[in-house]
C-alpha cells in the first residue's frame, strides 16, 4: 500500500548547523507514527519543514503526500492538504470562547458576518468527537491544560485534518488527561486520521505507536515496526543516545576539596498555579572544585530550581536550606545570593542576561557596580580597565569593549555573561545550558573556562540538556525529572544509557 | 598614495560617526534652524534680551518637570500626572501662604514633600504591585485636578507675598563693582550690563569645552570611539558662543533670572547623577532589560519607586515656580502641561522602550517645543495652527528616530 505520507532525504541547514541530514520516514495511512530523539535531535524542525514553516525551497529532499509531490509554502498551504501540527505550546487564545477558538481564521460567515447557530453546532459535534461537554461559549482560559489540549484537537478536527502531528503532547499533562488523550489518539486512529506524535514518554509509545521512528543528531537512526519488530525500551534508548564522544573536552585534574554548597529539601511551587510543586525535596551539593551536573529533558525544572535558589527568581512558596561551606544563608533576593557568593549564569541570555542595547563593558560591570565606584561615584576609567581585562582574558572578539552586545556573536554574548558574574567574585557559579546556541569553538574555550574556574577552587553547577557535555565535563552528575531528583551518579558511572534510563524508568513508574 | 587612503579612512570614519550620532547634532540643528527661522521671521525680536528672559521664565517649570520625566521614561514608565499635580502644589502653596498666612520656608518644604509623597504613593502601586504606569498616573492626573479645584474652592488665589514671587521672577544680584558694569556698558554700547551674568556665561562655556578636552584624552587613552575633530571643534565652538551670546544678551537686560540659575543647577545635578553615578546607571538598567537588570542584584522595583518620588518632587518644585510667576494659584494650573514635558523627553531623544535618553537631550527638547511656542506666539500664528505644528514636530523627531535606528543595524 502506498504511504500517506513520504518524506525523503530530507535536509536543512542552519547558519553553522546542520539540522537534519539526509532524514527519511515513511509515514502509512491510518497509522500512528511516533518520533523519538534526545532534546535537539531535530524532531521539531523535520515537522516544521513538513508543515510549511520552513517553506519548500530552504530545505532539501522530497516530500510526497497523498501519491504527488508537496511543496509546501505556509502553513496554510499545509493546512490545506489537511496536515495539522498541534505544538507544544498551545495556540489557544485564552480571553476566547472555545467555538470563537475552534474556527479562528477559519470562521463559519457569510460575507463577513459570522453564523453563529452553525458555529455553536459543529462547535458542540467537534467537542462530542474529543470527548468534551463544556459549553461552546466557555472561555479557553477556564479550562484545564488537558482539557485545552483535547480543544486543540477538536480544532484540528474542525479542519477537516487527515494528518495530525501532536509535539510532546502530553508534557504538561496529569496522568489521567494523558490517558485520555491517549485514548483518543487510538479513536481518531480507528475513525481514519493519520498521527505522528513526538514524545519522550516511552512508555506512552509503547502503548499508541504502530511505527517506531528514532531521529539522532539530525539523522534517522532505526525504524521499527510494532506488528514485525520486538520493540522494547532498552533498545528505543539505545537507538536515542548511541552516538560516540566525537566532541572532546579539555582534560582537568579531578579534584574535590572541602564542602562549598549544600540545599536540602528544597521545595518550590509554581508561582501561577500554587497547588502544583515545580521543584519536590530536591537535596544536592557542591564542593570546591568541582564540576557537578544536572541532567534532564527539557522541563524537568533545572532551570527553575537554578533560579528558585538564586534569590527567588522563580516561583512561590519556596522551602528549604541551604548552607555555605556549612553557615546557612538567606536568600531572599538576588543581592542576597550574590552576597552569599553564588552566581547564576541563566540559558536565556538575550533575554535574561544582558542589555542588548548597551556595550560590553555596561554589561560586565552590572552586577557588581560598587566594585568600579567609590560613595555611589561611578569610575569609569576603572571600569574600562576592568573591561578590557575581561575582554583580553576571556578572548571576547569585538572592537573594543564599547562596542555593543547585540552586535556579538552568540559565544562572545556567553562570554560576556560569564565575565559578569564572574566580576561579582562568586563562589560557585550555576551555568544553566552555557553552550546553548553557540559554535563549536566557542563552545570549547567555554569548556576551558569552566575548568579555569575549577581550578580556582570554584564550585560549578552545570545544567545542561546535552548528555554528551556533562559526561564530558562533570565529576557527579544528579539526574532530574519531573521537579525531582531521581538519582546521583558519578563520572564512573554515568553514561548516557545510565541516566535516559533513570529519566524514562521514571516515567514507566508513575503510570 | 597613503595620503590619500588616510583621507579615505578619515572620511568614512567622519561618515559612519555622523551617522551613529545624527540624533545628537540633529538636535542641537534643529534648535538652531529654528532659532535662525525666528529671528528673521520676527523682526529680531526673538532675542531680544526682555524676550530671551521670557523664553526661558515660560519654559522653566516644564525643563525642571523634563529632567524628572527622563528618568520615569528611561526607566521603562510615564507619568501623566505631572500637570496636575504640578497645579496642585501650586494651589497648596497659595492656600498655606495667602489664605494662612504661613511663613514662607516651611510652605515651601511642605510643598515639596508634598510632591515626593504624591509621586511615592504613585510610584508604590507602579512598583510593587506591577500596575502599569499609564493607568496609574491618569488616574492621578484627574485626581489631583480634582484635588486642586477642592482646594481652591474653583477660584484663583493670590497674589503671594513679593518674597515669594521672586522665586520665578527675581533676578540674582550682581556681586561686582557697579563700575565693572558701567565700564562694559560704555565698551558694547549698551545702557547696562550685569557682570555676573557675562561672567557666568564665559565661565560656563569655558568649562563645556575643558570639560569636553579632557573626556576626549580619557577617550583617546582608553580607544573610545573619538568623535572627529572637525565635529567637537565646530559643536563646541557654537555651544560657547551660543551660551555667551545668550548670558550677554541676559546681562544687558536685568541679569540672571533666579529660575535660570535654579534650572541651570538641577540640570547639571541629574546630568551627572544619571551618568557618573551607580544608581544612575541602574536606572538605565533596568529599562534597558528590566530581568536582565532584576537577575543581576538590582533592585528593580526601588528604583522605579525613586524615579515616581523624585519625579513628584520635581513637579512641585515647577508648581512652586509657576504659581509664584503667575503670583497666583488657579484651578487651571498645569492644564495639558503633562503632554508638553513629555514631548520635551521624546524630542530630546528618549525611547518609549526605555533605557535611553539623556537629560541634556530633555533640556534641548523642552527649549525647542519653548522657542516653536514662543517664536508662534510673536508672528502671531493661531493656537490652532500651533498644536499641530508641535504635534507634528513631536511626530517627526520619534519617526527619525525609529528610521535612524532601523537603518543603523
Given amino acids: 500500500m502506498q504511504p500517506l505520507l513520504e518524506m525523503r532525504a530530507i535536509s536543512k541547514t542552519f547558519p553553522g548547523v546542520k539540522a537534519l541530514d539526509n532524514v527519511s520516514m515513511s509515514v502509512a495511512e491510518g497509522e500512528i507514527h511516533a518520533v523519538v530523539g534526545e532534546n535537539g535531535a531535530g524532531k521539531s524542525t523535520l515537522m516544521k519543514v513538513l508543515s510549511g514553516v520552513y517553506p519548500a525551497g530552504t530545505y532539501d529532499g522530497e516530500i510526497h503526500y497523498d501519491g504527488e509531490l508537496a511543496e509546501f509554502k505556509s502553513i496554510q498551504d499545509s493546512e490545506a492538504r489537511g496536515i495539522i501540527i498541534i505544538h507544544q505550546e498551545l495556540a489557544l487564545v485564552p480571553l476566547l470562547s472555545i467555538a470563537e477558538n475552534l474556527f479562528l481564521g477559519n470562521e463559519i460567515a457569510v460575507k463577513g458576518c459570522i453564523n453563529w447557530h452553525e458555529t455553536t453546532r459543529r462547535t458542540r459535534d467537534l467537542l462530542a468527537r474529543v470527548g468534551l461537554s463544556d459549553a461552546p461559549t466557555a472561555r479557553v482560559e477556564k479550562l484545564g491544560v488537558g482539557k485545552q489540549q483535547l480543544v486543540e484537537i477538536a480544532k484540528a478536527l474542525a479542519k477537516d485534518v487527515r494528518l495530525l502531528i501532536l509535539d510532546e503532547p502530553t508534557a504538561a499533562l496529569s496522568e489521567s488527561d494523558s490517558a485520555a488523550l491517549l485514548e483518543l489518539m487510538l479513536e481518531l486512529k480507528a475513525s481514519g486520521v493519520t498521527q505522528i506524535i513526538i514524545s519522550h514518554k516511552l512508555n506512552e509509545i509503547r502503548k499508541v505507536a504502530d511505527t517506531i521512528t528514532v531521529i539522532r543528531d539530525g539523522a534517522t537512526v532505526s525504524t521499527m515496526h510494532a506488528k514485525k519488530d520486538e520493540i522494547t525500551e532498552a533498545r528505543i534508548v539505545r537507538d536515542m543516545v548511541g552516538r560516540d564522544m566525537a566532541a572532546r573536552y579539555p582534560d582537568r585534574p579531578r579534584r574535590a576539596g572541602p564542602m562549598l554548597m549544600e540545599v536540602d529539601n528544597w521545595t518550590v511551587r509554581h508561582p501561577d498555579f500554587p497547588d502544583r510543586f515545580t521543584i519536590r525535596d530536591v537535596s544536592f551539593n557542591v564542593r570546591e572544585g568541582e564540576v557537578v551536573g544536572i541532567a534532564g529533558l527539557m522541563g524537568a525544572g533545572r532551570t527553575e530550581l537554578a533560579m528558585s535558589i538564586f534569590g527567588r527568581s522563580y516561583g512561590r512558596d519556596i522551602q528549604g536550606d541551604v548552607r555555605m561551606r556549612g553557615e546557612p544563608v538567606r536568600l531572599r533576593n538576588v543581592s542576597e545570593a550574590i552576597a552569599a557568593g553564588l552566581a547564576y549564569v541563566t540559558e536565556d541570555r538575550k533575554s535574561l542576561g544582558l542589555i542588548l542595547d548597551d556595550s560590553i563593558q555596561r554589561n560586565i560591570t552590572l552586577a557588581n557596580l560598587n566594585a568600579v565606584a567609590r560613595n ?136 | 598614495m597613503s595620503d590619500t587612503t588616510q583621507t579615505a579612512t578619515t572620511g568614512t570614519n567622519m561618515k559612519t560617526y555622523l551617522v551613529n550620532h545624527l540624533r545628537e547634532y540633529g538636535l542641537l540643528l534643529a534648535l538652531i534652524a529654528v532659532m535662525v527661522f525666528f529671528q528673521i521671521t520676527t523682526n529680531g525680536t526673538l532675542l531680544r534680551p526682555v524676550n530671551i528672559t521670557n523664553l526661558l521664565l515660560q519654559n522653566s517649570y516644564i525643563i525642571i518637570m523634563a529632567l524628572g520625566m527622563l528618568i520615569v521614561i528611561v526607566a521603562g514608565h510615564i507619568d501623566l500626572s505631572v500637570g496636575s499635580v504640578m497645579g496642585f502644589v501650586g494651589a497648596l502653596a497659595a492656600v498655606l501662604i495667602v489664605s494662612m498666612g504661613m511663613p514662607l520656608l516651611p510652605a515651601v518644604v511642605i510643598c515639596l514633600i508634598t510632591g515626593g509623597v504624591i509621586g511615592a504613593v504613585q510610584g508604590y502601586w507602579i512598583a510593587y504591585w506591577q500596575i502599569p504606569s499609564f493607568i496609574v498616573t491618569l488616574a492621578g492626573m484627574l485626581v489631583f485636578r480634582g484635588l486642586s479645584l477642592w482646594l481652591l474652592q474653583g477660584q484663583s488665589i493670590g497674589p503671594f507675598p513679593r518674597e515669594f514671587q521672586v522665586i520665578a521672577t527675581g533676578f540674582v544680584a550682581d556681586p561686582f563693582p557697579e563700575s565693572w558694569g558701567m565700564g562694559l556698558a560704555a565698551l558694547f554700547g549698551a545702557r547696562a550690563i550685569n557682570v555676573l551674568a557675562i561672567v557666568t556665561g564665559i565661565v560656563a562655556a569655558g568649562a563645556i569645552v575643558t570639560l569636553g578636552l579632557r573626556k576626549r584624552a580619557s577617550n583617546r587613552q582608553y580607544g573610545t570611539e573619538e568623535e572627529p575633530l572637525t565635529f567637537f571643534v565646530v559643536r563646541n565652538t557654537v555651544v560657547a558662543v551660543a551660551l555667551i551670546f545668550i548670558t550677554y544678551k541676559l546681562a544687558s537686560f536685568r541679569g540672571l533670572p533666579n529660575v535660570l540659575l535654579t534650572m541651570g543647577v538641577l540640570t547639571i545635578i541629574y546630568a551627572f547623577l544619571t551618568e557618573n553615578t551607580v544608581i544612575g546607571r541602574q536606572i538605565y538598567a533596568v529599562g534597558g532589560n528590566e530581568k536582565a537588570a532584576k537577575l543581576s542584584g538590582i533592585k528593580t522595583e526601588r528604583l522605579t519607586f525613586l524615579a515616581f518620588t523624585n519625579m513628584g518632587v520635581l513637579a512641585a518644585a515647577a508648581g512652586l515656580v509657576f504659581a509664584a510667576r503667575l503670583n497666583t494659584a488657579t484651578p487651571k494650573a498645569g492644564f495639558a502641561l503633562e503632554l508638553d514635558v513629555i514631548a520635551a523627553a521624546f524630542i530630546g531623544g528618549a525611547s518609549m522602550s526605555g533605557g535611553v535618553g539623556k537629560i541634556v537631550g530633555a533640556v534641548v527638547g523642552a527649549f525647542l517645543m519653548g522657542v516653536l511656542n514662543n517664536g508662534m506666539s510673536l508672528m502671531g500664528i493661531g493656537i490652532d495652527y500651533q498644536q499641530m505644528i508641535k504635534g507634528l514636530v513631536l511626530l517627526a523627531a520619534v519617526i527619525f528616530d525609529v528610521y535612524n535606528k532601523s537603518k543603523r543595524v
Fill in chain 1, 376 to 511: 555611589g561615584l561611578l569610575n569609569e576609567a576603572r571600569e574600562t580597565q576592568v573591561a578590557e581585562g575581561f575582554r583580553k582574558s576571556m578572548n571576547i572578539r569585538a572592537p573594543s569593549v564599547f562596542a555593543k552586545v547585540m552586535n556579538l556573536s552568540g559565544g562572545n554574548q556567553q562570554k560576556v555573561v560569564l565575565s559578569k558574574w564572574l566580576f561579582s567574585g562568586p563562589e560557585v557559579l550555576i551555568l544553566d545550558e552555557p553552550t546553548r546556541g553557540i559554535d563549536v569553538g566557542a563552545k570549547f574555550e567555554i569548556y576551558g573556562l569552566i575548568n579555569d574556574l575549577s581550578a580556582q577552587g570554584k564550585g560549578v553547577v552545570m545544567i545542561s540538556s546535552e548528555m554528551p557535555e556533562l559526561l564530558g565535563m562533570c565529576d557527579r552528575i544528579y539526574v532530574m525529572n519531573e521537579g525531582r531528583f531521581m538519582g546521583e551518579l558519578t563520572a564512573e558511572e554515568a553514561s548516557q544509557e545510565s541516566i535516559m534510563s533513570m529519566i524514562v524508568t521514571h516515567n514507566e513508574s508513575t503510570q
